[in-house]
């Protein structure tokens, strides 16, 4: 881009300066907000777009000396009906029960600000004729620098410290971290990433029987180690999915335990593929299952493919059904 190299994480002061540009979107269901905005750092001087999203946190089972009304600095009736009653109020601060999570994207892309912008979702359906194309062209046009933090963890360049557990096999290993939706305290809301050492599996539509070992080994693993690791946590209590379209372009399953019901952790239908369907899908109906079905997902506005898909009728209607 004719630019220096920007290498250098802000600082918590220059992090402090973060000037608002937009609000991007606000869920009330999750409690969090996404906001654009710039951030100037000492190292170039110059101001670069930056994404922060922030999420109010869980309470912990340690935290629950402060649920008492002493621990109340301020409270506010707000309604009230019969026995029931409502309040707003302010716990004392305590730099042991931080208030939210706070995620930087720095700097950001346009198709970053894009995807994390509200948006209109639509539903779309993809035969193998669309996949082969649109979809696996533009799959296949996305530059490898923007799943590079994804070889940096593979190659444990960053967030070597937070690995859980790894099988360096080639052809079937993986690495399994948290994800950075988790606040890795609450198991309620246990949310886990394994990302496999083998290159060249895309998403769903590359998956076929010579990868049932892969898979395999994906679930045994995770189901035999999660509950080890996090005792309190059974297998039956886990949900081990992926996604289509994924956000990102190399192999990954999804961990999440069955509370964990949040639509932004991306578990919806039309978005979410479980483990064990995939598997048997490809073993009981034909090793190329996913290379010749039909798959129906949700795809946003904003998605650099949507317009293409809009274009040639890919979205659900019922006049394209009964064609």
Not at 84 to 107: E, N, Q
């Amino acid at each position: 881009m004719g630019e220096t190299a920007i290498t250098q994480t802000p600082s918590l002061d220059e992090l402090r300066e973060f000037k608002l540009i937009r609000v991007l979107n606000e869920d009330s269901r999750t409690k969090s907000t996404t906001l654009l905005g710039t951030i100037r750092t000492s190292q170039t001087n110059k101001s670069h777009q930056a994404i922060l999203l922030f999420e109010k946190l869980p309470f912990e089972s340690s935290e629950h000396e402060i649920l008492s009304a002493q621990r109340i600095d301020q409270l506010i009736s707000s309604e009230k009906n019969d026995i029931y009653y409502w309040y707003k109020g302010i716990f004392h601060k305590d730099k042991k029960w931080p208030d939210f999570k706070a995620t930087l994207i720095w700097p950001a892309t346009e198709t970053l600000i894009s995807k994390y912008s509200l948006q209109q979702r639509y539903m779309v359906r993809e035969t193998p004729q669309i996949y082969e194309m649109f979809v696996a062209p533009f799959i296949k046009s996305t530059p490898p620098s923007s799943i590079q933090w994804v070889y940096n963890i593979l190659q444990k360049k960053s967030e070597a410290e937070k690995i859980i557990f790894e099988d360096v096999d080639e052809e079937k290993g993986f690495i399994l971290l948290p994800d950075m939706k988790w606040d890795c305290k609450t198991l309620e809301s246990l949310y886990l990433v394994a990302i496999v050492h083998k290159n060249g599996i895309k998403s769903l539509r590359d998956l076929n029987e010579s990868h049932l070992p892969l898979l395999k080994s994906l679930r045994n693993n995770i189901l035999e180690i999660v509950p080890q690791r996090f005792p309190g946590v059974g297998a039956d209590e886990l949900r081990l999915f992926v996604h289509y379209l994924p956000s990102y372009y190399h192999f990954h399953v999804h961990v999440t335990h069955l509370r964990y019901d949040t639509i932004a952790g991306g578990i919806s239908i039309a978005k979410a593929y479980l483990l064990d369907d995939i598997i048997d899908n490809i073993e009981t109906f034909a090793g190329d299952y996913y290379q010749r079905c039909t798959l129906t997902y949700v795809i946003g506005e904003n998605d650099e493919l949507f317009s293409k898909l809009n274009e040639i009728g890919a979205r659900v209607s019922l006049e394209a059904l009964i064609r």
